[in-house]
Nanobody, 123 residues
Framework: QVQLVESGGGLVHTGGSLRLSCAASGRTFVGYCLGWLTQAPGKEREFVAAINWSGTRYYVDSMKGRFTISRDSAKNTVYLQMNSLKPEDTAVYYC?????????????????WGKGTLVTVSS
């Protein structure tokens, strides 16, 4: 059974930092693009960041300069370092995986995603 398990969410104050981790199991995601999606209350699930097998990184504009995505292929794990957090970053963060960036970017059609980890940024 393929699983993506997120961890690292929590409650932080404005300006704080968190590092989210996503451990994949059930298969080795060789050649896959891994990334993160968010869903805030009352909103649709949205793309946040991704990193493909070769290391190319993609970010939504609002996260550029504050968030950094990385992966450790040997550990089958993807990370999201979140700095300078703002209340508007509050959301459930979901780890996601698909065969390509374009496929992952199509949120509705993403092949795999986890159960999510809640990030709450207080003011």
């Amino acid at each position: 059974q393929v699983q993506l398990v997120e961890s690292g969410g929590g409650l932080v104050h404005t300006g704080g930092s968190l590092r989210l981790s996503c451990a994949a199991s059930g298969r080795t995601f060789v050649g896959y693009c891994l990334g993160w999606l968010t869903q805030a209350p009352g909103k649709e699930r949205e793309f946040v960041a991704a990193i493909n097998w070769s290391g190319t990184r993609y970010y939504v504009d609002s996260m550029k300069g504050r968030f950094t995505i990385s992966r450790d292929s040997a550990k089958n794990t993807v990370y999201l370092q979140m700095n300078s957090l703002k209340p508007e970053d509050t959301a459930v963060y979901y780890c996601a995986a698909d065969t390509s960036y374009s496929s992952l970017r199509n949120v509705a059609g993403t092949a795999y995603w986890g159960k999510g980890t809640l990030v709450t940024v207080s003011s």
